[in-house]
């Protein structure tokens, strides 16, 4: 296998999620997470931003059309085509891991 594209930020990325198309990434930087192509034009091309601070877990739904994101104080869900942020948990407890359960599609 061969790198194919190699990105710096100036900011440092706190988490990262493949999309199970393998055509998307979700980065969770300090100020915001990206949403981003994968491929266009043999370089990262972000198409999104939501004001999520310091999100360090990011986890996509087996079929893709969901996607959680964790920081510190909560827990959000968003619909991965329109971004509508469906379900906000407030947690009392940091979050090590996000998972989506196998039969959930």
Do not use: W
């Amino acid at each position: 296998p061969r790198l194919e594209i190699c990105e710096t930020f100036q900011d440092e990325a706190y988490s990262v999620a493949f999309h199970p198309s393998g055509y998307h990434i979700i980065v969770g930087f300090t100020d915001k997470i990206r949403l981003m192509n994968v491929f266009s034009e043999k370089r990262l091309t972000t198409y999104s931003e939501i004001p999520i601070k310091t999100c360090r877990e990011i986890q996509f739904s087996n079929g893709g059309h969901l996607f959680a994101c964790a920081n510190s104080h909560c827990i959000q869900v968003y619909n991965f085509y329109n971004f509508y942020d469906f379900l906000c948990k407030k947690v009392d407890m940091k979050v090590f891991m996000l998972l989506f359960d196998n039969n959930y599609r």
